[in-house]
């Protein structure tokens, strides 16, 4: 009887310590087999691109893959991005991200020769629609973090005009003949991603300050440094108080650092990484993703046998944008007020583009039809053909939840752009 009792209590071990290694066998196999590919349209020395790399880089860790990162740096906008997947797939990857819109075209390219590899286009805008499952959208409400920064620079501006660094009487030229205070703000295009950032950067200044009127200043270009520069000194020399901008470098926050320092009243918002090295007295805070979160969850979906989704979004919600830690110019309370800005955002209190909070053409906005097609503009039709959407529900232009790319484009009151 106790030989039995001791045969029965060695069985079940041994089906205990074979079913723990069937566990443990197949989550190894899921994750020995996945291998990461990664096209970056710059590298380590370009804002945008270093966000996605530490994003990446962070999430693998945090999932013991790093040592499965295949990496390709400065891969342009072009059959170069198709090339790089193709040469990712031989290499045995079986998940592919590039890290650019312009990319979007040749990922799905890719897509359609391979469909046993998953290919992710960030900031891209046709997954849902193009009829490949294995092509997937992802992005950010980095509208979010880019209201949160104006927050920040709306105090910073009401405390100039408080103390009186700032007046019409002495600088004249920083205001319009209606006593609104001059911003500026330097985008790369003047597509949907940067019309809904710098609208939202404007709001949250004028959540603080009522009185601003915004210019935009578009340079053609992601990156380049010479013209974000030069962008931002036309706009200070027209009066400008505040930059922003959704522009890849540190050229705007470099040129606002020089003429602050030279006398002229102007500060920094900028994108991506903390600017504080470059403008140290100028820079107040950047908007910014924690891109960590996406790649993360890819990688876990992955892992898991789990189908991702064709398109992913979110914000201050899964703590997926944020702003960079605020400098020492930045107003008293600004830290206070900014989580109480947070807060909101997070528990849905607070909505960027509450209709309440601005018109167009005179008007309030009640209705905003958007096509969620994509389309060759140079042939009037439509490549994928998506559905048109009411953008307007309970009060507010809901963005980034028909698709993952922004599709605000409405031109509010208070902002002139310039190309």
Same mark, same amino acid.
């Given at each position: *009887?106790?030989?039995?009792? /001791?045969?029965?209590?060695?069985?079940?071990?041994?089906?205990?310590?074979?079913?723990?290694?069937?566990? =443990? +066998? %197949?989550?190894?196999g899921k994750s020995s087999d996945l291998k990461i590919g990664c096209i970056m349209l710059g590298d380590e020395t370009e804002g945008y691109t270093a966000a996605h790399i530490n994003g990446i880089k962070a999430a693998a860790e945090e999932l013991g893959l790093s040592d499965k990162l295949v990496w390709k740096y400065k891969v342009d906008e072009s059959s170069a991005c198709y090339d790089a997947a193709v040469d990712l797939v031989g290499q045995g990857c079986?998940?592919?991200?590039? &890290? +650019?819109?312009?990319?979007?075209? @040749? *990922?799905?390219?890719? $897509?359609q020769e391979y469909p046993d590899v998953t290919f992710v286009a960030m900031t891209g805008d046709f997954a849902a629609i193009c009829g490949l499952s294995n092509f997937k959208n992802a992005f950010t409400h980095v509208y979010e973090s880019r209201y949160v920064s104006g927050v920040a620079a709306g105090m910073k501006l009401q405390e100039l005009l408080t103390d009186g660094t700032l007046s019409a009487e002495k600088q004249p030229s920083s205001f319009d003949g209606d006593g609104n205070?001059?911003?500026?703000?330097?985008?790369?295009?003047? @597509? $949907? %991603?940067? !019309? +809904?950032?710098?609208?939202?950067?404007?709001?949250?200044?004028?959540?603080?300050?009522? &009185?601003?009127?915004?210019?935009?200043?578009?340079?053609?270009?992601?990156? =380049?440094? =010479?013209?974000?520069?030069?962008?931002?000194?036309?706009?200070?020399a027209d009066g400008c108080?505040?930059?922003?901008?959704?522009?890849d470098s540190t050229g705007a926050p470099a040129a606002t650092q020089k003429l602050l320092d030279n006398g002229t009243i102007c500060y920094s918002v900028g994108y991506n990484i903390d600017m504080r090295e470059t403008a140290p007295t100028a820079a107040l805070t950047s908007a910014t993703n924690n891109w960590k979160v996406y790649y993360k969850h890819a990688m876990e979906c992955m892992v898991n046998g789990t189908e991702l989704e064709a398109d992913w979004a979110e914000g201050y919600n899964q703590d997926a944008v944020a702003i960079t830690a605020l400098s020492d110019s930045c107003a008293a309370g600004t830290a206070e007020k900014i989580a109480e800005v947070e807060a909101a955002l997070k528990n849905g209190t607070l909505h !960027?583009?509450?209709?309440?909070?601005?018109? !167009?053409?005179?008007?309030? !906005? /009640?209705?905003?039809?958007?096509d969620m097609s994509f389309m060759d503009w140079a042939a009037n039709k439509a490549i994928y053909q998506g559905e048109t959407v009411e953008a307007i529900k309970d009060g507010y232009f809901?963005? +980034?939840?028909?698709?993952?790319?922004? @599709?605000?484009?409405?031109?509010?009151?208070?902002?002139t752009e310039n190309n």
């Open positions: *009887m106790k030989m039995r009792k /001791t045969l029965c209590l060695i069985l079940a071990a041994v089906m205990m310590l074979t079913l723990a290694a069937c566990g =443990d +066998s %197949e989550g190894k079986n998940i592919i991200f590039s &890290n +650019s819109y312009g990319h979007q075209t @040749y *990922m799905v390219q890719a $897509a205070v001059k911003i500026g703000y330097v985008g790369a295009y003047p @597509y $949907a %991603e940067v !019309v +809904s950032g710098y609208t939202a950067f404007f709001l949250g200044i004028r959540s603080i300050v009522p &009185n601003v009127v915004m210019e935009v200043q578009y340079t053609n270009s992601w990156f =380049d440094i =010479d013209k974000e520069g030069a962008a931002a000194e036309s706009l200070i108080v505040i930059i922003g901008q959704h522009a !960027v583009f509450d209709t309440d909070t601005f018109t !167009v053409g005179g008007a309030k !906005v /009640t209705t905003a039809e958007c809901s963005e +980034s939840t028909f698709r993952s790319a922004p @599709y605000f484009q409405l031109r509010i009151d208070g902002i």
